[in-house]
């Protein structure tokens, strides 16, 4: 059986809105563990070019390879460069592409690797294993930066004085552990009774966030996507937090509307002769959330949404002014 803290999240919804079809190629921007290629593989005979920037992964890639052969392949990489890394490998157009955002259950459950408030590790949170950090920034960041990456990446309303605390506590010694953090935020911020989250919750969240730019990722990804999806191809996204889905929401909706400020009885193309035509057109109108069973099953899927579309045949640059 599956553990349920490492099971893909909102599978069957994914699948369901990607709708694999045997002969195509489809992307999975976020490889992890390997649950959306599988389950993809598995449901057509297509192609499944999967990418992860996690070094740590591959492993799980060797034994996919050696599994379903030519039918797999898989980059070391940012899903911000997917069309990048597609192209070194003659692939310039595919069918779906699918992308799960945000940190892995097995990073969190790897205190090593230092993205858990939970378990005690070195204070790194880097995907990669390359650039600055978590313990870099905490450590060497001025107290405004430290506010700032605290408010906008974690929304944390006590960003000040955690980020006060900090470099209080940093000018007697280096914070270095997550532990240590985790303690120290909890020392600033007293667990609301209505909420039910770590009161380190949001700090760990904005410096992952921060470290790896998560957020510049994922709207490269989602320009990316345009570029790389062939007419009628979909793109299904899954997400965790606000911050990613405001990202989301607004992207397929500036690529989706056309018509705004027009009458819906005048034709686009007359109210707006230079106008882009909608690259996308919308598989789920609203956010989709897991089922009941499952954010019980599995805590990780409980903040989870997903939004999908599907690339219409316009060109990008399909209607603006010569």
């Known amino acids: 059986m599956i553990d349920a803290r490492h099971a893909p999240v909102m599978l069957p919804e994914v699948l369901a809105h990607l709708a694999p079809v045997a002969g195509e190629v489809y992307v ?53 460069d997917m069309e990048a890394l597609l192209a070194a490998q003659g692939v310039t157009q595919v069918n779906g592409i699918v992308l799960d955002i945000g940190v892995s259950s097995m990073q969190l459950d790897q205190a090593e690797r230092g993205f858990s408030f939970r378990e005690d590790g070195p204070l790194d949170m880097r995907m990669s294993g390359e650039g600055e950090s978590a313990a870099d920034i905490v450590n060497r960041y001025e107290e405004k930066d430290l506010a700032d990456i605290l408010f906008i990446y974690g929304e944390e309303k006590a960003a000040r004085r955690i980020a006060r605390a900090i470099v209080q506590k940093r000018q007697e010694q280096a914070i270095e552990r997550t532990g240590e953090l985790a303690n120290l935020v909890r020392s600033v911020v007293r667990a609301s009774p209505k909420e039910k989250k770590d009161p380190a919750t949001r700090t760990f969240q904005a410096l992952r966030i921060y470290v790896n730019e998560e957020l510049r990722e994922l709207e490269r990804a989602l320009d ?29 909706s500036e690529r989706v509307r056309t018509d705004a400020g027009v009458s819906r009885h005048v034709p686009v193309a007359l109210a707006q002769p230079h106008a882009p035509l909608p690259t996308f057109s919308l598989i789920t109108r609203k956010a989709v959330a897991p089922g009941e069973e499952e954010a019980r099953r599995n805590p990780r899927a409980r903040s989870a949404k997903l939004r999908a579309a599907l690339r219409t045949s316009h060109n990008i640059l399909e209607g603006e002014a010569a």
């Not at 389950?39 to 057509?44: E, G, K």
């Not at 996507?225 to 992207?251: M, N, T, Y």
Request: proline share 4%; hydrophobic share 45%.
């Open 28 to 80: 999975d921007g976020t490889f992890g563990a390997g649950g959306y290629t599988r389950a993809i593989l598995d449901a057509a005979d297509c192609k499944v070019v999967a990418m992860d920037r996690d070094p740590t992964v591959n492993p799980t890639a060797q034994a996919f390879r050696q599994q379903y052969t030519t039918r797999f392949d898989f980059l070391l990489g940012r899903f911000g």
């Open 224 to 252: 990316a996507a345009e570029r790389l999806l062939a007419p009628q191809g979909r793109l299904v996204v899954v997400v965790f937090h606000s911050l990613e889905d405001r990202i989301v929401k607004r992207f397929l």
